[in-house]
């Protein structure tokens, strides 16, 4: 039922692309097109790829830190970043390994790492919003000082004797195949998503991320919203320190090494901009499945490792490449 | 007793047929600490060469690009999902990875270590390069073979409460009174530091005016040794041996301060473990203390009480070898 002075209205349209056109263009098609490929490739490839269990398998190569990629992508959307995540790992699973000596059962060893994790990710926050540091600098330092600590207390010894019940957190299936790690990265990612999608907090990070100081003058408390964006990057650290250490069944202080890069390099492929103001968890999401299913393929046809290196790097720089050589290419024709 | 003879012979047809429809060949997959080592390209050609006589046997040489327990555990679970028949591997963390193998032998694969070893209950057994007894005896024995009158000869070890040296050191003292003439005057301590180590090296050719050999358990003190020799003017009377990496050695091989060193052959290595991994994964030999396993042209090894198995004395470098070596290793 319209009456007549509505239908005089001149029609506005809330959003200037068109919808479709533009979700058909987006980045997470992109992703999912590349995804699909490269399943269809792995199964052409392998005929042990399509299996139940190997797909399981293919899980544990990301789930950990993917757990982790989706904390980060929210803190470089807001323009910051953090590089000791994986020494957060050592620094919590070494601390877990020594409760266990002191006897500490199984919900006060997952308490333990979430805790640490949290810590180490506060002392990041606050270095940088009350210091006002560069992150990426405090966060080289801590990278050394986190995995220094564990150095510090295990040497070349390594903490093991993990209670039996611990280990489903890393090894345990809920279901059939599906692991526990893979239902806890699901029900992380939905979380994330919705705060990033559909919440003031994340409407807000996208405003510091875009212009920091514009974000300040129109009321977003900029300071405290990283803060608690690194403390969250920490928990998950946390996290995925209790479900490496879980699936290793011990700890040495060279657990998760070099995995920050690994991790940065899921967010970037996931489409987040790497100086902020952009990015979705559900490309993240996608950019995780690719790197396993990418390393997982190139596994099972027992490509070396280097090879494996080398072919990730190939497919993060395409990935960039192709939507700015595709603008280029319209704007040369427009 | 026919009656056993014709269920013999059933059985063992229906093993054959049980066995023989899934694969033609046995696939062993050797896992190496990291690609791209020249000690584990040595072991893979050896692989290679023990899947060549074994015949109907193929070799899957892999690792990880970081020598990580992490990228390794991702290595194993790409051959758990290729249902390889057996996983020999070199182990990057001795803990980390039982989990992970503990699964791969749930579903039926045989898995030995090598090398670098993994907990026992990772593994079914795991091949030393060696064992204490035989690295003292052949560390004695290198300068007995140059020394027909015997002699005096010296140790220079790492520190005073390195394991592994300490054990050897003990090892060999045994087996002394076997060498006759060979005379022990001095165990020093070089503490794996090469100034530390040349100049307890000197004080030795100063102390023993005839000493006839510095025997080095160690890498670094051998080389140390070898220099303080050279420089002392005392290539061709004094020999300098004991265990080293045949590249660290070249030059001192070839200017004479040494004889001949020792260390293991990782080419025997990868050639042993692929034997041992063969028997077990065919169920010719059960991996049980006691057990002894074939491995070609090396000889034969028997695992112990402990799940391990030791290969063979450590492998004798001279002139006319280290050529070959000092480029893998």
Redesign the interface.
Do not use: H, K, R
């Given at each position: 039922m319209t009456d007549a002075a509505e239908t005089t209205h001149r029609h506005i349209p809330d959003r200037l692309d068109n919808p479709i056109k533009s979700a058909v263009l987006s980045w997470e098609t992109l992703l999912v097109l590349v995804a699909v490929v490269i399943f269809i490739l792995n199964s052409l490839a392998s005929p042990y790829f399509l299996n139940a269990w190997s797909l399981s398998d293919l899980t544990f190569n990301f789930t950990e830190k993917a757990v982790i990629a989706l904390a980060m992508a929210l803190l470089i959307t807001s323009g910051e970043i953090d590089l000791s995540v994986a020494a957060i790992i050592a620094l919590a699973s070494t601390l877990m390994g020594m409760a266990v000596q002191w006897g500490v059962p199984t919900p006060g060893l997952v308490a333990i790492g979430i805790g640490v994790g949290l810590a180490c990710g506060a002392f990041n926050g606050a270095l940088v919003t009350g210091l006002k540091l560069p992150s990426i600098v405090v966060t080289i330092g801590t990278m050394s000082l986190f995995r220094g600590i564990s150095y510090a207390i295990l040497g070349d010894r390594a903490y093991g004797g993990y209670p039996s019940d611990f280990s489903f957190v890393g090894q345990g299936y809920v279901w059939w195949v599906i692991s526990f790690e893979l239902v806890l990265f699901v029900f992380a990612a939905v979380l994330f998503w919705f705060a990033l999608h559909r919440t003031n907090f994340g409407r807000q990070i996208f405003a510091i991320g875009n212009n920091a100081v514009a974000a300040q003058f129109s009321g977003v408390r900029v300071a405290r919203i990283k803060f608690v964006l690194f403390c969250l990057t920490g928990l998950m650290s946390g996290i995925a320190a209790v479900m490496l250490t879980a699936r290793l069944g011990s700890t040495r202080p060279s657990i998760a090494q070099g995995w920050e890069l690994e991790v940065i390099t899921m967010v970037v492929l996931g489409g987040v901009n790497i100086l902020g103001g952009a990015g979705s968890i559900t490309g993240v999401v996608l950019a995780a499945l690719i790197m396993g299913l990418v390393t997982f393929g190139l596994g099972l046809l027992n490509v070396p490792g280097i090879v494996m290196s080398i072919f990730i790097g190939g497919l993060l720089i395409t990935v960039i490449a192709l939507p700015i050589l595709y603008r280029m290419w319209r704007e040369r024709r427009a | 007793m026919k009656l056993i003879h014709t269920l013999a012979v059933t059985t063992a047809l229906a093993a054959v047929f049980a066995a023989a429809p899934a694969y033609a060949q046995t696939r062993i997959a050797l896992v190496v600490k990291?690609?791209?080592n020249g000690f584990f390209e040595a072991a893979a050609r050896g692989a290679e060469e023990a899947a060549g006589e074994l015949g109907d046997v193929e070799i899957?040489y892999?690792?990880?690009?970081?020598p990580?327990?992490?990228?390794q555990?991702?290595?194993v679970?790409?051959l758990?999902?290729?249902?390889v028949d057996a996983i020999a591997i070199s182990a990057n963390?001795?803990?980390?990875l039982?989990?992970a193998l503990q699964r791969a032998m749930q579903r039926g694969i045989t898995v030995i270590s090598w090398d670098s070893g993994v907990a026992p209950e990772g593994r079914e057994m795991h091949l030393n390069p060696s064992s204490n007894d035989l690295i003292g005896n052949t560390i004695i024995k290198l300068s007995a073979d140059h020394l027909p009158d015997g002699g005096d000869v010296a140790i220079l070890s790492a520190t005073a409460t390195a394991t592994n040296q300490n054990i050897w050191i003990a090892e060999a003292e045994k087996v002394l009174p076997d060498y006759e003439g060979i005379n022990l005057v001095a165990t020093v301590y070089g503490d794996d530091q090469s100034d530390k180590s040349y100049r307890e090296a000197q004080g030795l050719i100063s102390s023993y005016p005839g000493l006839k050999a510095i025997i080095a358990p160690t890498t670094v003190g051998i080389v140390a040794a070898a220099q303080a020799v050279t420089d002392a003017g005392k290539i061709g009377e004094i020999n300098v041996t004991g265990l080293a990496l045949p590249s660290e050695m070249a030059a001192h091989i070839k200017s004479g301060a040494s004889q001949s060193f020792a260390i293991w052959n990782p080419i025997d290595l990868g050639y042993s473990a692929t034997y041992i991994a063969h028997a077990l994964a065919t169920d010719a030999a059960t991996a049980e203390p006691g057990a002894t396993i074939s491995i070609g042209r090396v000889g034969e090894v028997t695992i112990g009480e402990d799940g391990q198995a030791a290969m063979a004395e450590p492998f004798t470098y001279d002139a006319s070898n280290i050529d070959e070596f000092a480029t893998i290793f």
């Open positions: - | 990291s690609l791209g899957i892999t690792g990880p690009t970081e990580t327990a992490e990228a555990i991702e290595v679970n790409s758990i999902a290729q249902q963390d001795p803990d980390a039982v989990p």
